[in-house]
């Protein structure tokens, strides 16, 4: 081929291949720097947001002298804090719980009896606060200040969650992680005080704020923590296994490929989880996947075909047994799953 052929040929045809190999390749980088700078939510975030948790009722109580409240078990989560004074928190199989102005308390499955003290007879608390809304009860004056949040979920999603928790969590206002929920509690009081306008939205974003606050810094007391879903996330091995389930829920987990994670064998990893968590890696694993794809189900998001996908299954019959021996039911698509 004549030299000035080749010439010719490397003068139209080379910058054309080098400028779509300069596509190819930026197009590569962008997409690698978009995956790498994505935000992935923590497992706290994943699960109250797959769950669809919120503080749907907040509740105020003032009261002086003597006096003692009793709440049936409920299937919800429940905060409470003492802003002035101080109270007892009463709860079957448990030595009574002080709590006193800066103190926060998560509740769970559980009855209970706040109280001035605990030798007083509990009447029914439920009386005093009318069907919904931020209702206020009053008891002769205001030396003990109390407000209360309960917690629900979407789609019947609780069980997820409160099956993990212990009945009840206290965060003591000495514990050095509480500074932010005292700042939260300041403002909420503020707000109920002022009664301003958008004062609803305002201290319902609080109580949102509060309750992950107060898991925050529950979590951070490992003298506390112990067994349970929190003892886990907090341990750095466990807790990174968690990261990466909650990351990828869809990837074909084996026991192996999470003890790789943990860094630790699989016999030390399986025996650690199961006893931290209450359950095996793999069991965890499954009832995460079916607990999102319950929500997404009854969010409509898609077909049931592709949810099982979205969380790892490849059948679709071998999700719908999965999902009906979890739940009893059969998977379909729409509010009623």
């Known amino acids: 081929m004549p030299s000035t052929l080749i010439a010719d040929l490397h003068r139209r045809v080379l910058p054309k291949k080098i400028a779509k190999r300069g596509k190819m390749i930026y197009a590569s980088l962008a997409m690698k720097l978009s995956q790498s700078s994505k935000l992935v939510a923590d497992p706290l975030s994943n699960v109250l947001d797959v769950l669809g948790a919120r503080v749907t009722r907040r509740t105020r109580m003032e009261a002086a002298g003597e006096w003692a409240l009793a709440f049936p078990a409920m299937d919800r989560l429940k905060f409470v804090a003492v802003l002035r004074g101080t109270s007892w928190m009463l709860l079957p199989s448990r030595e009574p719980q002080f709590m006193q102005a800066g103190d926060v308390g998560l509740l769970g499955r559980t009855p209970y009896v706040v109280a001035s003290d605990p030798g007083q007879t509990p009447i029914d608390g439920q009386v005093f606060y009318g069907a919904s809304g931020c209702d206020v009860a009053r008891f002769g004056g205001n030396d003990t200040i109390g407000i209360g949040g309960t917690v629900s979920f979407a789609a019947d999603n609780a069980d997820f969650l409160l099956d993990m928790l212990p009945d009840f969590l206290l965060v003591p206002r000495g514990t050095p992680a509480s500074g932010a929920i005292a700042t939260i509690?300041?403002?909420?009081?503020?707000?109920?005080?002022?009664?301003?306008?958008?004062?609803?939205?305002?201290?319902?974003?609080?109580?949102?704020?509060?309750?992950?606050?107060?898991?925050?810094?529950?979590?951070?007391?490992?003298?506390?923590?112990?067994?349970?879903?929190?003892?886990?996330?907090?341990?750095?091995?466990?807790?990174?296994?968690?990261?990466?389930?909650?990351?990828?829920?869809?990837?074909?987990?084996?026991?192996?490929?999470?003890?790789?994670?943990?860094?630790?064998?699989?016999?030390?990893?399986?025996?650690?989880?199961?006893?931290?968590?209450?359950?095996?890696?793999?069991?965890?694993?499954?009832?995460?996947?079916?607990?999102?794809?319950?929500?997404?189900?009854?969010?409509?998001?898609?077909?049931?075909?592709t949810i099982a996908r979205s969380v790892g299954y490849e059948s679709q019959s071998a999700f719908g047994h999965a999902f009906k021996r979890e739940f009893g039911s059969p998977p379909k698509a729409g509010p009623a799953s």
């Open 185 to 305: 509690l300041n403002l909420m009081n503020d707000e109920i005080q002022r009664d301003r306008i958008g004062g609803e939205v305002v201290s319902s974003r609080l109580a949102d704020i509060l309750l992950v606050e107060a898991i925050r810094a529950y979590a951070s007391q490992p003298e506390q923590v112990g067994i349970g879903w929190f003892g886990a996330l907090s341990d750095p091995r466990l807790g990174r296994v968690l990261q990466a389930i909650h990351e990828d829920v869809s990837r074909p987990w084996t026991v192996a490929g999470l003890a790789n994670v943990a860094g630790m064998s699989r016999a030390a990893f399986s025996a650690a989880f199961a006893r931290r968590v209450g359950q095996p890696p793999l069991t965890y694993l499954r009832a995460w996947r079916l607990t999102i794809a319950r929500a997404a189900l009854a969010r409509g998001d898609a077909n049931v075909a």
